[in-house]
Each structure stands twice: as structure tokens, then as C-alpha cells.
């Protein structure tokens, strides 16, 4: 460590106090840490004109503070979005272990001000940029390093859920820090966008409300096709870059709709079903056609951080919380008592919460019965179930629908993320459709996605209604 640029830094902070209004600001700390910092940045054109801080806290954190300023001030936006912890700490002269947390809140203040200035910054297009949607996993990262020739990384700040922070999800604050490691790592330009009030308005409220109509909602396809490719790609507009590039396993046909991956296993058309045409036609998706062993090969080669990083499993502003507490905490949906009946009324057991029940769940139901049993609908209170001929359906009523295609092209549809395609005819036309099954289907649950495919193709896109 070499204390004197460390000293120089302390004695006289470059920017402290400066720029306390005007510009956008980020803040980071808190009471868990003892220190807090707040960085400004002005951003006009595609240009750092002005920027500031103040700290609370340890001399590092001022130290940190007075870096992160010199290193952006009159800078291009891009050269400041590469400045992160390890640029700070260089510019300190080296920070002991313990010291790098400072270096560490200041990069996170230093990005959040300028995710915000970004919204607003005008940089000149360049035909060949692509933005890249960083989620801190495996996928995204191998997304970005294979277009890291003209490249520019976002990463989206969700979720911060105050009694836990969802540190393993792709949401959350850790998750910013790490991608926004991997990207600097490999040169990139990393910029944070923080969408909290967006998501909890546009995917949060919206899953909170079908829970409590008794719905199964499926939140991953309104954020994708609402909330978070919407706004990236209103700031790539803004940076510059025609694309956007995500980790989604998914291929664009020639006439610009969605198609299946060249892996069936990773598919994820299913969870871009709502995106429209006009959006996919600014769509990349480089992991389209391989598999997730290769994506991973690839990661270890180029021997990105996250290349052995475990795949999310739930729903991010779920993870560590479970959906049963968090309807609880955030919707109300208390435990309320109920019966558990089969068609014909007869009473076979009990449960704490119909929310907690979805059409076609099989396990988790408590009851003794000779024959598997399946939840066929909610009742209010009532859950009832029965067996699988019961749970079977071969008509299917879709409100909110958009076909991109005319209806007489769909000849399958998949109502459920994991489920194969099922074939069927659209009667009627407008929002509200029916779907003919060639065969019955066990489980489909209102307010799932109904994916209107020809072949692998997606044509259109709808929600599963009672
Ligand atoms: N918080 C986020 N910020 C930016 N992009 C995100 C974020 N979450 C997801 N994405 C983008 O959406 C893609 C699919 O996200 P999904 O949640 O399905 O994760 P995944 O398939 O596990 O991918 P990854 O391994 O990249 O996390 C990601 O590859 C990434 O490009």
C-alpha cells in the first residue's frame, strides 16, 4: 500500500461538498456499517461535467470518496462506468483488506448516480454497440463476453427487501456488486439502473394482487415483457447502442419473432412471450444456439468469476424468503383455515391457506388418498382436488391476448414454463380467446402464461383465465 497517495487524498478531498445539488446523486452505507457516502455526478451529452461527494464515516470512505471523483470528473461516461472498487483502490495507492470496503461504497454511491444520469445522457449512436443485460450469473456474463468487442453493461437493482436482503438473487445489491466485477473485469463500461420502484409497481404489485384473486401468476413474463427490457432499452437508446443483449436462451426467426433455443433443455421463449415485435427486432440473444455445458466451458476458459455459479431457482425477489412469508409480509395473505374437498364435496383434509395452493400442484397437499390427488381450483377458502382425469381440460380461455400472427396460424400453445407444447386451435379473435386442445391438459392454472406457438415459433401470448 503506498500511503501517500492515500494522505494526499485525505488532506485535500477532491470534490467534497461539491455538487450537492444539480447533479444526480447515489447513495450508499448505512446504519449496519457505520459509514455512508453520497456521490453527484452531472452528466451532459455523453460527458462527466461535474461531480461530488460526502462522506460519514471513516477516512477511507473520504479517501475512496475524493478518488472516485478525480477519476470521473470531465470524463466520457463509458471511461467513468469503468471506474469500480479496484480503480478506486488503485488510485488510493492499494487498500488493505480491511480498508476496501470503502473503495467498495464508493464505487456502489459512484454507480448509482451515474445509472441515474444515464437515463438522461446522450451519447452518439454507434451502429455496432450492444448493450448487455448483466444479471451477476454465468449466463449473462458468457452473453457479454462473447460481444465484448462493442459492449456496455447494465445491470438492474429490483429488488432490496429490507428484512432480507435476497443476497443470493440476481435482484440484489451483491449481485449489482459482482456483475459489475465480471464486466470491468473484462473492460466493459457497467452501468446500474435502479428499477425498484418500476418492478414493485409493474411485476411485484401485480404477482401480490393474483395471489390474493387466487391466481397463479407468472411475474418473470410481465417483467420481461413490461418492465425490465422496456427500460433497457430506453437506455440504450440513450447510450448509443441500437441492441440489447440478454443471457435468455431463445432464437429470432428471420421475420423477427421468438423461437425456441437450439437447446430444448434451457429454452426460455416461454418467459419472453411478451415481448413485442418491435422489441425482439432490438433483441440479441448470443447463447442461442448452445447448450448450458458450453456456456459453462466457455466461462471457465475465459476464466470468468462466475463461471461455476449455481442457476437461480425461484423467483429473484423471492430468494431466502419463500412465497408463503412473503405473501404474508407484503400482500397480507395471512394463514387463513380451510377445507380440502374432492369434486363430489366430501371432506378429506385441511390446509393454512388456499394462496398456498396452485391448479395442479400434486405434492404438499397432507392427504391420505388410494389415488394421487391434484388441486382442480380454489373455492374461496375451499381448496378442491381430484385426479388427474379430473384435472384435465381440453378447452382453455386466454384474456389480455396479443397475436402477432393470424390466429388460424397457431397450432400449439404451452401453458406452463416446464410443460411441452400442448396442439391447439384459437377460436374467436380480439383480447379474450378460446384454445381448442388436441389433448387434454392436466393443470391449467389462472393467470399463466398461455405461449401461442406455429412450431417453436411464438406467435402470440395471452394469461390463462378461470
Ligand atoms: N438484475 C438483472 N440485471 C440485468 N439483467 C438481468 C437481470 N436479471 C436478469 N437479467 C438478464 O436476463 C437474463 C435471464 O435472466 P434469468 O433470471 O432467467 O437468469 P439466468 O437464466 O439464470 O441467467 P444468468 O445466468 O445470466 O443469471 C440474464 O441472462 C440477463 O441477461
Same mark, same amino acid.
Given at each position: 500500500m503506498d500511503r501517500e497517495r492515500f494522505e494526499e487524498h485525505l488532506a485535500a478531498p477532491t470534490?467534497? !461538498?461539491?455538487?450537492?445539488?444539480?447533479?444526480?446523486?447515489?447513495?450508499?452505507?448505512?446504519?449496519?456499517?457505520?459509514?455512508?457516502?453520497?456521490?453527484? @455526478?452531472?452528466? *451532459?451529452?455523453?460527458? @462527466?461535467?461535474?461531480?461530488?461527494?460526502?462522506?460519514?464515516?471513516?477516512?477511507?470512505?473520504?479517501? +475512496?470518496? #475524493?478518488?472516485? @471523483?478525480?477519476?470521473? *470528473? !470531465?470524463?466520457?461516461?463509458?471511461?467513468?462506468?469503468?471506474?469500480?472498487?479496484? +480503480?478506486?483502490a488503485e488510485e488510493l495507492g492499494g487498500l488493505s483488506p480491511g480498508k476496501l470496503h470503502a473503495a467498495d461504497l464508493a464505487a456502489d454511491a459512484l454507480h448509482r448516480a451515474l445509472g441515474a444520469a444515464a437515463r438522461e445522457a446522450a451519447v452518439p449512436v454507434d451502429e455496432g454497440r450492444v448493450l448487455v443485460a448483466m444479471s451477476g450469473g454465468v449466463d449473462s456474463a458468457v452473453a457479454a463476453h462473447l460481444l465484448r468487442e462493442n459492449a456496455v453493461a447494465v445491470t438492474l437493482e429490483l429488488w432490496r427487501d429490507e428484512e432480507n436482503d435476497a443476497g443470493a438473487s440476481c435482484c440484489s445489491a451483491d449481485a449489482v456488486r459482482l456483475a459489475r466485477m465480471v464486466a470491468h473485469q473484462m473492460g466493459l463500461p457497467h452501468f446500474t439502473l435502479d428499477l425498484r420502484p418500476e418492478f414493485r409497481a409493474g411485476v411485484v404489485d401485480p404477482f401480490l394482487a393474483g395471489y390474493a384473486a387466487g391466481e397463479t401468476p407468472n411475474p418473470c413474463v410481465s417483467c420481461n415483457g413490461h418492465v425490465r427490457l422496456d427500460e433497457m432499452l430506453a437506455l440504450a437508446d440513450r447510450l448509443g447502442a441500437p441492441f440489447l443483449a440478454t443471457g435468455h436462451y431463445a432464437r429470432v426467426t428471420e421475420d423477427g419473432l421468438l423461437r425456441a433455443a437450439a437447446d430444448p433443455a434451457k429454452d426460455q421463449s416461454y418467459m419472453l412471450a411478451a415481448l413485442s415485435p418491435a422489441s425482439i427486432a432490438r433483441m440479441r440473444f448470443p447463447l442461442a444456439e448452445l447448450t448450458k455445458p458450453e456456456v459453462r466451458v466457455i466461462a471457465t476458459e475465459a476464466a470468468l468469476p462466475v463461471a461455476s455459479r449455481a442457476d437461480s431457482q425461484d423467483l429473484c425477489f423471492l430468494a431466502g424468503t419463500g412465497k408463503a412469508r412473503f405473501l404474508a409480509r407484503h400482500a397480507g395473505l395471512e394463514d387463513k383455515p380451510g377445507e380440502i374437498v374432492t369434486t363430489t364435496g366430501e371432506i378429506v383434509g385441511d390446509h393454512h391457506g388456499a394462496h398456498n395452493f396452485t391448479v395442479g400442484q400434486r405434492k404438499g397437499l397432507g392427504v391420505q388418498a388410494p389415488e394421487p390427488l391434484y388441486v382442480i381450483r380454489t373455492e374461496g377458502r375451499r381448496v378442491v382436488v381430484g385426479s388427474k382425469d379430473e384435472l384435465a381440460t381440453q378447452r382453455v380461455r386466454v384474456r389480455g391476448a396479443r397475436l402477432h400472427r393470424p390466429g388460424s396460424e397457431v397450432d400449439a400453445v404451452r401453458l406452463r414454463?416446464? #410443460?411441452? +407444447?400442448?396442439?391447439?386451435?384459437?377460436? !374467436? *379473435?380480439?383480447? #379474450?380467446?378460446?384454445? *381448442?386442445?388436441?389433448?387434454?391438459?392436466?393443470?391449467? +392454472?389462472p393467470g399463466q402464461t398461455a405461449c401461442l406457438l406455429r412450431g417453436d415459433v411464438v406467435v402470440g401470448v395471452g394469461t390463462i383465465t378461470a
Open positions: 470534490g467534497r !461538498g461539491a455538487l450537492r445539488s444539480g447533479g444526480h446523486d447515489g447513495h450508499a452505507g448505512g446504519a449496519l456499517c457505520g459509514d455512508l457516502i453520497r456521490v453527484s @455526478v452531472r452528466v *451532459e451529452g455523453d460527458r @462527466v461535467v461535474a461531480a461530488g461527494f460526502d462522506a460519514d464515516g471513516c477516512g477511507a470512505l473520504t479517501a +475512496a470518496g #475524493s478518488a472516485a @471523483v478525480m477519476l470521473v *470528473e !470531465g470524463e466520457h461516461i463509458f471511461t467513468a462506468a469503468r471506474v469500480g472498487t479496484t +480503480a478506486i414454463y416446464h #410443460s411441452r +407444447a400442448v396442439p391447439c386451435r384459437v377460436v !374467436g *379473435e380480439g383480447r #379474450s380467446l378460446e384454445l *381448442e386442445l388436441g389433448e387434454p391438459f392436466h393443470g391449467a +392454472a
